[in-house]
């Protein structure tokens, strides 16, 4: 009887140590080929360059389970420490889990703002002097907007991407104008920021010249993962009548704008940004 309990727990043991490595190969080539795919189309930045190290991280593991097992058995300590390393993964991916819920409960897509003197529309990147999907859905939710409030200051805002010849505000106001018939002349383009912050911040000059207050209704409009931010931010920058209008995000970059929103929350709050 003793045998055979042994036996089932020594199997149960390997079924689980099988189990383990199964699933981090399987996560770590998820994470290697939805990160490798946006490399190949040029997005570059926390959100696709950390969890592909994750990912291989996942799959070195999953190949060399054995292997770095055994090595481990004959390490205690080091063992201990590949352990804590593990331990502080996990809690770092519960905060990520809790950080995605409170995000999502602050999602703003609110298409019917009440009043607006200007609707400024932030930047999020340019492929081939084109703005990328996700800035095309922005800028979709910001002519439902435009179209309400004809009479509105519109100001795209966003500097030059890295090898980037046209800046973000230009072929924002260029995508209006093709897609939407909205009159160039009726645009002012900010282009000078590289970040929500100085979108907000640059975007005050505009307003300013315009005769705009930052105490009027001002509606700024950006993906919903990034309301929250963008609100905290520009209300810091003195926008005091300010609501933000968010746009869907594309569901093959969402998980890894999530993970660059988490990020960007951090260090905004290590900068003092709000």
Request: net charge neutral; glycine share 8%.
């Amino acid at each position: 009887m003793l045998t055979q309990f042994s036996s089932g727990n020594d199997n149960a043991s390997v079924f689980g140590k099988k189990s383990i490595q199964i699933s981090l190969g399987i996560a770590g080539l998820i994470l290697v080929v939805d990160c490798g795919l946006l490399l190949a189309n040029r997005v570059f930045h926390i959100g696709t360059l950390v969890p592909l190290g994750i990912g291989l991280i996942f799959l070195g593991h999953a190949v060399y389970w054995e292997r770095i097992q055994l090595y481990l058995a004959s390490q205690p300590s080091l063992k201990k420490l590949w352990q804590l390393v593990w331990l502080l993964f996990f809690v770092w991916l519960i905060s990520f889990c809790v950080f995605i819920s409170y995000l999502k409960q602050h999602f703003n897509t609110d298409n019917h703002p009440k009043a607006a003197q200007a609707i400024i529309v932030l930047g999020g990147g340019t492929k081939d002097n084109k703005p990328t999907d996700a800035v095309k859905l922005r800028l979709d939710k910001a002519s439902e907007v435009i179209k309400r409030f004809a009479n509105a200051l519109v100001i795209t805002s966003g500097g030059f991407d890295a090898g980037e010849d046209v800046s973000e505000a230009k072929a924002m106001a260029d995508y209006l104008h093709d897609t939407y018939g909205i009159s160039l002349a009726h645009i002012a383009l900010e282009e000078q920021s590289t970040s929500t912050e100085l979108n907000f911040v640059h975007s005050k000059k505009i307003l300013a010249q315009q005769g705009i207050a930052l105490n009027q209704p001002i509606i700024a409009v950006t993906s919903d993962f990034h309301t929250l931010r963008a609100s905290l931010i520009g209300k810091r920058q003195g926008y005091t009548n300010l609501q933000v209008v968010g746009s869907d995000t594309p569901w093959y970059i969402r998980p890894n704008v999530w993970f660059r929103e988490y990020f960007a929350f951090i260090s905004g709050w290590l900068l003092d940004e709000y």
